[in-house]
């Protein structure tokens, strides 16, 4: 009954924007800690963005500070990835994690962003 579907994905000129949504099914969303994810090919997984349970507080890659936002739609089940100033270095398959105990981690299926000039 548990599963994250990911959407929003696609073809974009540098410097555009995306937002990626990750809606929930068969746990409330807003209980747990989410994780935004990418994996590009050849390249390490790399964590993008926590969203932690309780507190709130959201930390960001690095990499994507300033640039990256996410948000969540208690009403909708749903968390979202704004994503502006693309890169081509962010291209990759995009996923959304929801931690449901420390050692449980459900994923969705991904969706595809490709930033290409």
């Known amino acids: 009954q548990v599963q994250l579907v990911e959407s929003g994905g696609g073809l974009v000129q540098p410097g555009g924007s995306l937002r990626l949504s990750c809606k929930a099914s068969?746990?409330?969303?807003?209980?747990?800690?989410m994780t935004w994810n990418r994996q590009a090919p050849g390249k390490e997984r790399e964590l993008v963005a926590t969203?932690?349970?309780?507190?709130?507080?959201?930390n960001y890659a690095d990499s994507v500070k300033g640039r990256f936002t996410v948000s969540r739609d208690n009403a909708k089940n749903t968390v979202y990835l704004q994503m502006n100033s693309l890169k081509p270095e962010d291209t990759a398959v995009y996923y959304c994690?929801?931690?449901?105990?420390?050692?449980?981690?459900?994923w969705g299926q991904g969706t595809q962003v490709t930033v290409s000039s």
């Open positions: 994690n929801a931690h449901l105990t420390r050692e449980t981690v459900y």
């Open positions: 068969g746990f409330i969303l807003s209980s747990y800690t």
């Open positions: 969203l932690t349970s309780g507190s709130g507080i959201i």
